[in-house]
């Protein structure tokens, strides 16, 4: 039969929707509905593993309007978002409100990230405990272009700019949600320049992959052999398969050499004895994001760059002592849900780590257990009872599915149509 799309269309969302019954036990998660601008939230019934609805926003006053249709809901697994726990309590003032697990330790890595991005200038001083072995692997990217160097040099200016910009609106008193509904910066984003005394910047990280990485080892060699010709190292290499240009072998040439090349300009020679009187530098330290997450591991599963990178911070006295109540608080949340005496304990162990969180002396510390002793009943909640948003998570990516089935352009009611009736 033939018809138009935009019959189609309407005829999906005149489908009556499938009845949601009556949920005891729900989950709410947001969702991006387009990602960093427009965010609505899922409910699912925990205990038939089914979505319930899709709301326009992730507001207090949407969560509670939903709620007060479903008087029989007696409990509510949500993230720490403020908007859920306020919309749950208006709107079902006698449910129980549980925090997920997985959140907790999000929100525990990001408190130890925001604490590092403070102090990271300080930690790259601290000397590490024992020098670096020699190692032929590549611990940064190959020397860029000078068009490359310049774009970059602009982009960090722009972001020099920015962060000036949220220091003067701090100073100014404006608060966090002002700057960044004004300025249009995420709102991490937006909390990380607030409280940095200085411009963050980037850590190490990782170098890419490299055609010239499976070579590193013959022309290591080599070069210890006293080779210093680009040239020749390269008809090598290409014997052995390399199929790239001699330019990436000179790349890596240029920083390891001990005599100037024949081909070298006479002023920009140097003498081998002004190369070696360069001090020592010390060891690039991990971003504060890459450290956050070595930090929180378990000292066993970490390879022995990242174990040398604990150690170096764990010297610092603050450092170790936010680090130690972060791991305290990851052993509580995991060791949660394990039955009735191991529910137990974890809450009589969280009430005692949040007392002395709240007194530790460090500010970021400080405000992390605030937030969790405000939102102390769910907490507990979470680590006595089994329930979790870990439902809403998947829901959320079958959602993703369908929404990018549709390139992204559906509105919420045919994108809601869609997903309730596909469940």
């Known amino acids: 039969m033939p018809t138009s799309a935009t019959t189609l269309l309407r005829a999906v969302r005149a489908l009556p929707l499938p009845s949601a019954g009556r949920p005891l036990i729900v989950g709410v998660d947001d969702w991006a509905l387009r990602k960093g601008r427009t965010y609505a939230t899922i409910v699912i019934d925990l205990e038939h593993h089914r979505p319930l ?159 010239l990485d499976p070579y590193l080892d013959h022309l290591s060699a080599r070069l210890e052999q006293g080779c210093e010709n680009a040239m020749q190292l390269w008809r090598e290499l290409r014997g052995l398969g390399y199929p790239g240009t001699p330019k990436q072998v000179g790349r890596w040439l240029n920083e390891r050499r001990t005599r100037p090349a024949k081909t070298t300009i006479r002023r920009w020679q140097r003498s081998p004895a002004a190369a070696t009187t360069k001090p020592p530098s010390r060891p690039p330290l991990p971003s504060p994001k890459q450290l956050s997450w070595h930090l929180l591991r378990d000292p066993d599963e970490l390879d022995p760059a990242a174990a040398a990178a604990v150690a170096r911070v764990l010297q610092d006295g603050e450092a170790a002592k936010v680090v130690g109540l972060a791991r305290r608080f990851c052993r509580i949340v995991r060791s949660g849900c394990g039955g009735r005496r191991a529910g137990s304990t974890a809450v009589a162990a969280f009430d005692t780590w949040v007392a002395e969180a709240r007194s530790c002396g460090i500010r970021v510390v400080e405000s992390f257990a605030a937030g969790l002793d405000q939102d102390r009943a769910a907490v507990r909640a979470g680590l006595e009872l089994p329930w979790s948003s870990g439902q809403a998570e998947g829901q959320i990516n079958r959602l993703k599915l369908l929404k990018r089935s549709m390139y992204g352009r559906a509105k919420l009611d045919l994108l809601r149509c869609r997903f309730l009736l596909a469940a």
């Open 53 to 211: 609805d899709l709301l326009p926003d992730r507001s207090a006053a949407a969560l509670a309007t939903w709620l007060r249709h479903e008087p029989q809901i007696r409990l509510v697994a949500r993230d720490r978002s403020t908007e859920y726990a306020r919309g749950t309590t208006i709107g079902a003032p006698g449910a129980r409100q549980v925090a997920d697990r997985w959140h907790l330790l999000l929100n525990t890595r990001q408190m130890l990230e925001r604490w590092l991005a403070r102090v990271h200038p300080r930690l790259k001083q601290v000397l590490p405990t024992t020098p670096a072995a020699a190692s032929v692997r590549r611990t940064k990217a190959y020397p860029r272009a000078p068009a490359e160097v310049l774009t970059r040099a602009a982009a960090v200016e722009r972001w020099q700019a920015l962060y000036d910009d949220v220091r003067r609106r701090v100073a100014a008193g404006q608060s966090l949600r002002r700057i960044n509904r004004e300025t249009g910066l995420a709102r991490a984003t937006v909390r990380k320049y607030a409280f940095a005394p200085r411009f963050p910047r980037h850590g190490l990280r990782g170098p890419g992959p490299s055609i």
